[in-house]
């Protein structure tokens, strides 16, 4: 062993590539300081920039399951100091990082080195996405400062195959530089896109990629934008035992060997006739005996969703490993692309015309076909034939209706398998009558002005369903708070709260309510002798949406989905309504705002629908979508004027 791991190393340093062993990161190394990176105050491709990367290196070796970091980075204004709270982001189940060393280099040269111990911890970022993350606080930056660190990430074996080089970062970059040596199991081939000018492709020598490149743009984020990395110049490795080159041969053959295996997993007619018999009665209609089905199938433990396993634990728990859909069956255990098999074996037995397909997520990636990367289809569901019509469903994904998808599965590529290698399938995209949010809230108006009443809000289709994925691992209080978080976001101002019902978390029906005692402090405001209130309750998330002027990516929305909002507010007896603004209806193809505003005997009854129907728009359409959401702003900022007690006699 000792003999091998010299010669690797000996390997490694006569290539002259820097790919690392992960011992070598414990020895504190250092790149060498250089004076005029120390004494720069502006870096002219990055103007006004309050931070830069000065150098960056990735090394990656596919064959030993690591990948190691580093980072060094200038600070150039005081706001450039928030770049010392370094959050490192990692997934467990890819791997977990550790060896970590940081300093901070003072502007006269001196250093302090970070002698903490990194913090982990649950990062929550926009719209709700969660990661781990290992956290250090560098000491003593100031502007003019340098800070750097590095650390390795060991890879789960499973996790090699999926290699990528993200070029692009937050802050612009000056230097960078990356190797990969593959791991040597499979074939691997590269492609990249969006390379920064003036950077050459990845070169192979002695076995090792790598890429240097420099000037490297920041990388703009924004509201409703593709996903990133889909944007990022970035280089991407293939492994694959298929050695076809065009992409029609290349996915027949990947489409035959992937049928083989599914084949092999749900091939146990009998037993699946047997459970089928317990499930379904023989004069079920197939929509009936699909339904039966799918929630039997959605009632088997579903370990992808619970926190991962030690070896030792699985041991202890005496799980057994799962090879057929026969073991899933008798166990009553499986990961969810397991049970999703399942229920194809199942709907097979019960006589429908069913076919496996995978699929590619879109929430990380968008697939394409012409890169031959058979890791991209990443998921699997059923097409069941009903009723004349192709309809898909994925049991798999704990809390999923019957009927829809989640999200990242929707509207996506997939390769519905055969014997003969299969075909392309497009899934379904639900509308959003099937996904939304609806908040009806009877509220009362106090002499001080302000409401309080009853709210409930339901959150419907994929709104629910992802609600309740991102939320699986939380207790109760957390679950409490970030459902009362959301009503804080939907209402842009001062208020009481308490969620008073226990929403159903754990189930996959359509709908999650949440009921809540709420309070409003001061939503009526004066006006001389009157009183103004704003028609808008639930606006909050619509003031400073597509707010710039310019954009740089197309929009992108997750699912299509409405705010559905009904409000009655009963004013107080001696208070009269002086006058209500005209109701709004502007519906365009993929966007809809529609208001109405009525008075009946001293009881307000406000009504309002935002329709979102479409998922991608051209970035030249932009100009169009911010119209429309300054119009939607402009109709919740409209208000009610009312006359208060006492006024009218005072007149």
Not at 79 to 100: C, M, Q, S
């Amino acid at each position: 062993m000792l003999r091998r791991r010299l010669s690797f190393f000996v390997l490694i340093f006569c290539t002259c590539a820097l790919v690392r062993s992960p011992h070598s990161a414990n020895a504190d190394e250092w790149q060498p300081i250089n004076p005029a990176e120390l004494s720069m105050t502006s870096v002219p491709e990055a103007p006004g920039a309050a931070a830069v990367i000065l150098y960056r290196q990735v090394d990656r070796n596919d064959a030993a399951n690591f990948e190691y970091n580093y980072k060094r980075i200038k600070i150039l204004t005081d706001e450039g100091r928030k770049y010392a709270n370094i959050e490192i982001p990692f997934v467990k189940e890819i791997g977990d990082v550790h060896a970590i060393k940081a300093r901070t280099i003072r502007p006269d040269g001196t250093i302090a080195n970070f002698e903490g111990k990194p913090l982990e911890k649950m990062i929550v970022k926009a719209k709700g996405v969660k990661y781990l993350a290992k956290v250090i606080i560098l000491p003593d930056v100031q502007a003019g400062s340098i800070i750097e660190y590095h650390y390795i990430t060991e890879l789960k074996a499973y996790q090699v195959f999926n290699s990528h080089w993200i070029l692009s970062e937050e802050l612009f970059t000056k230097h960078a530089k990356f190797s990969l040596k593959p791991s040597g199991y499979f074939p691997v081939n590269w492609s990249w896109q969006s390379l920064p000018p003036g950077t050459a492709p990845p070169k192979n020598e002695f076995k090792i990629v790598s890429l240097e490149t420099n000037n490297v743009p920041a990388f703009q984020t924004e509201d409703y934008m593709p996903p990133q990395n889909e944007m990022k110049a970035r280089v991407d490795f293939v492994y694959s035992e298929n050695d076809e080159r065009t992409p029609e041969k290349f996915w027949k053959n990947e489409g035959k060997k992937q049928n083989d295996r599914v084949e092999s997993f749900v091939g146990k007619r009998k037993a699946m006739e047997q459970a089928v018999a317990q499930i379904v009665a023989p004069g079920d209609t197939p929509e009936v005996k699909l339904r039966k089905i799918y929630e039997r199938v959605q009632k088997i433990r579903n370990t992808g969703y619970e926190e991962e396993l030690t070896e030792q634990e699985k041991k202890r728990g005496k799980q057994k490993n799962i090879n057929n859909v026969d073991d899933l069956w008798k166990n009553g255990y499986g990961t969810g692309s397991e049970i999703t098999w399942l229920f194809l074996g199942l709907a097979r037995a019960a006589g429908l015309q069913a076919y496996p397909v995978l699929v590619s997520r879109r929430n990380e990636y968008l697939f394409q076909p012409n890169s031959m990367d058979p890791h991209q289809l990443n998921d699997n569901v059923v097409l069941v034939k009903l009723d004349g019509k192709d309809t898909y469903y994925d049991p798999g994904t704990a809390f999923t209706p019957f009927g829809i998808l989640p999200w990242p599965e929707t509207f996506v590529h997939g390769l519905r398998l055969d014997k003969d290698g299969g075909e392309w399938v497009s899934t379904s995209l639900p509308d959003s009558s099937v996904s939304h949010i609806d908040r009806k809230a009877v509220l009362k108006l106090t002499q001080e002005g302000s409401l309080e009443g009853k709210l409930t809000i339901t959150f419907a289709g994929l709104e629910a369903l992802s609600i309740r994925i991102q939320e699986r691992l939380e207790d109760a209080a957390a679950r409490k708070k970030y459902i009362e978080d959301q009503v804080r976001e939907f209402i842009p101002v001062g208020i009481d709260l308490d969620l008073t019902n226990t929403p159903d978390w754990s189930s996959s029906t359509p709908t999650l309510v949440a009921e809540f005692d709420v309070k409003i402090q001061g939503w009526a405001s004066a006006a001389g002798r009157r009183a103004l209130i704003p028609v808008g309750l639930f606006g909050g998330p619509e003031k400073h949406v597509f707010e710039h002027a310019a954009r740089v990516h197309p929009i992108y929305f997750d699912f299509p989905t409405a705010r559905l909002d009904d409000v009655t507010i009963e004013l107080p007896l001696d208070w009269k309504v002086s006058s209500v603004p005209k109701g709004r209806t502007d519906a365009g193809k993929v966007c809809a705002y529609n208001t109405t505003y009525e008075n009946k005997q001293g009881t307000l009854h406000l009504t309002r629908s935002l329709r979102i129907d479409t998922i991608s728009l051209e970035t030249k359409y932009y100009g169009a979508l911010r119209n429309f959401f300054q119009v939607v702003r402009d109709g919740d900022e409209q208000q009610i004027v009312l006359q208060p007690g006492g006024t009218a006699a005072a007149n």
